[in-house]
């Protein structure tokens, strides 16, 4: 199964609340070992890193989606065996790729979050991740028919 982007999403994620936002907080222990493990591995892959009040977020390239994702599943160091949820967001002001796809992943063995997002243009498509979470099926269902 792929999911494609399209205009008439409208599922978004984003609360703006207008509330300042507190200091910056450190990074959990764990998880600046995992961001190190990442970075490490995929290097220039990794767009974008994102770091806001204890959370980490990375930015990849959609043909690097897969690549990413399955090491966040399987790499022990890592061991990401949560898809907490898989969501789309249309960004229009966004122009040569108003569409996000925006993975948030847990690890139970180490106690950390991590959110994992790519951009795509009109119509573009990604794999399924639901080899990695079979629990990303109804994710990407909604979101297909959301976009149909």
């Known amino acids: ?21 507190p200091k910056a907080v450190k990074l959990p222990a764990t998880l600046a070992v995992a961001a190190s493990t990442l970075e490490k591995r995929f290097g220039r892959k990794l767009l974008e890193r994102m770091e806001d009040r204890g959370d980490l977020t990375y930015s990849v390239a959609p043909e690097d989606w897969s690549e990413v ?21 249309h960004l229009p002001e966004r122009v040569a790729a108003p ?5 948030h992943l847990v690890s139970h063995t180490h ?6 997002k790519t951009a ?4 573009q498509k990604l794999r399924t991740v639901t080899a990695l979470w079979p629990s990303a099926g109804f994710d990407e269902r909604e979101a297909g028919r959301c976009s149909a």
Not at 1 to 19: D, E, I, K, P, Q
Not at 79 to 86: I, K, M, S, T
Not at 99 to 103: G, L, Y
Not at 111 to 116: E, N, S, V
């Open 1 to 21: 199964m792929v999911y494609a982007a399209s205009r008439r999403a409208t599922c978004s994620a984003t609360a703006r609340t207008g509330h300042e936002r």
């Open 69 to 89: 994702l399955g090491a966040c599943r399987h790499m022990p160091e890592l061991a990401f065996d949560q898809l907490d949820c898989l969501l789309g967001d």
């Open 99 to 103: 569409f996000a796809v925006v993975a």
């Open 111 to 116: 106690g950390h979050r991590l959110r994992i």
């Open 120 to 123: 795509l243009t009109e119509g």
